[in-house]
């Protein structure tokens, strides 16, 4: 009965010591950790063309309480529909706007 | 995320590159908001849109439900920080001091959108409260719009808030990329979210 306690004990340290290590790591992810993802979504073609269209043209083509992400670079502003951004191959826009080459990423 | 000139491997969340050629290259950032489009239109009249074929239609509004989930995070050389979406929604200005910026972190409870700011506005630092249903400064009393940060009325009129490149994420998302540098010590709860599906 002793020795079973004992071994519990031991796991319990094992265990703590295990946890700490973790809650003590300060190190972001590594690359190594994306390999499995990357094996998995193959690359898709850059978005590089699209057309943007004046806010006071857009009309009834996006609900008032859809989610825009929105950015103002050198004085130029532009909305990129988060509804228009989700999956895999539309997660990133190349884009230049205010004379500056930005990536709009969701 | 790659670079079609190099291959090179890039975290959206750390804004670097953390594999290839320009491991360890930071891309320059650019403050952005997350707000609804009723809102963004409001603000920004001469802007303009990029329309794409929709691929999804659950980002709303609503889409915040479970605040919990969602922390406003921003990261510098040396420090990251984040303040979660369930103290926001109950402190609406919260004034503070980021890598020795004095910045003010604002969130709109109709939109639900959160935003920081340098809180300086010509060498005078400002201190905000949430009154009667207004953003206004302590030191002049004007009154500020929360997503905006333009000044509606009052002395400052017309003066805006600098934005600070601070974005909205997951909250397990952050805690994983930016881990044990920041958070906010008043909401320390540590919600479970469900796994993130990937909607190929």
Sequence with gaps: MKRIHWEIGILLICVSAYGLTRLLREEPPDADLFKPLRK???????????????????????????????????????AYPINMLSGPTREIINDDLGGIAIAATW | MFDQQTKSFW????????????????????????????????LHPQGSVVLLQRTANEYRRNFYQQPEFFVLGIY????????????????LAINET???????????RPSFTARMFRRTVKDKTLTFEFKQGKLRDQETGSIWHPVSG???AGSLKGEFLSPMPAFISYREA??????????SSSDLRRPKIPPLSLDM
Aim: aromatic share 10%.
């Design chain 2, 150 to 152: 333009q000044a509606t």
């Design chain 2, 98 to 108: 980021w890598d020795d910026i004095p910045v003010v972190i604002t969130f709109d």
């Design chain 2, 11 to 42: 975290s959206h969340l750390l804004g670097e590159a953390i594999d290839g050629e320009l491991k360890g290259t930071k891309l320059t950032q650019y403050p952005s908001v997350m707000t609804d489009w009723k809102t963004w239109r409001k």
């Design chain 2, 174 to 183: 952050w805690e994983k990329f930016h881990p044990t540098k920041g958070g």
């Design chain 2, 76 to 91: 510098g050389n040396s420090t990251a920080r984040f303040w979660p979406f369930s103290q926001l929604q109950k402190n």
């Design chain 1, 40 to 78: 998995m979504a193959n690359p898709f073609q850059p978005i590089t063309k699209f057309e943007a269209t004046d806010v006071g043209d857009i009309g009834d083509q996006l609900n008032p309480d859809e989610t825009v992400l929105g950015v103002t670079v050198n004085g130029q502003s532009r």
